[in-house]
């Protein structure tokens, strides 16, 4: 579960860091200042952005997250039984839909951790993040996957088949990802992520949008 109050603190604070590091030298690592600012920004970032979006599909969510008016109107059917998983039991489309943003946020949770100190990163070797990435890739293709399979392309009031096509071209970048890690191509990597930071915000326009 994504603990909103904790990790919006966290990114806050974040971003004050952003702020005040202009001017200043190149940073370590395969990220530049506004390559962290597209992840990690407090309000903009990437991160933050679909930890948003997973709260939007909450029955009872905190009053600060305001989704868009239409999906006010489709929780009802939203919050009905959608699908039986083996170890969770009965999910809601609500909870399918949430899945996938929530490998987001841990996919840009991993990320965070090759970031200098002064970002809350550990300046991490992405290779040695190896096996996360892994896991990452592998359960966004099950969440994406599980969408597809359960035909919900008309789902969310037409933005479904939308939705969907950004989600799973996020899922391509972070597969992609092995290849620059086993080559040790910082740049690669970067590019990777940031294409992924980029179809997230997509997404959220997506879904504040109207279908098409």
Not at 37 to 61: C, M, S, T
Not at 112 to 117: G, H
Not at 120 to 135: T, Y
Not at 149 to 177: F, K, T, Y
Request: aromatic share 8%.
């Amino acid at each position: 579960m994504i603990d909103m109050n904790v990790s919006l603190r966290r990114v806050a604070a974040a971003g004050l860091l952003l702020a005040s590091a202009c001017g200043r030298p190149p940073l370590p690592g395969p990220f530049t200042r506004q390559d962290i600012a597209a992840i990690a920004d407090p309000e903009d970032g990437a991160e933050v952005r679909v930890q948003i979006l997973y709260h939007w599909f909450k029955p009872n969510r905190d009053p600060q997250v305001r989704p868009p008016a239409w999906l006010d109107a489709e929780m009802p059917s939203l919050l009905k039984a959608a699908y039986h998983d083996p170890e969770d039991g009965v999910l809601t489309e609500a909870q399918l839909w949430q899945a996938p943003n929530a490998v987001l946020y841990s996919f840009f949770e991993t990320t965070r951790k090759t970031f200098p100190a002064v970002y809350g990163g550990f300046l991490v070797k992405p290779a040695s993040l190896a096996r996360d990435f892994r896991n990452e890739s592998e359960n966004m293709k099950f969440a994406v996957g599980r969408l597809r399979s359960l035909h919900l392309e008309r789902s969310l009031g037409g933005r479904g088949r939308r939705a969907i096509a950004l989600m799973e071209d996020a899922s391509s970048q972070i597969d992609g990802l092995a290849g620059s890690l086993s080559a040790g191509d910082d740049s690669r990597f970067a590019a990777s992520v940031l294409a992924v930071a980029y179809d997230a915000r997509r997404l959220e326009g997506a879904l504040k949008s109207a279908p098409r």
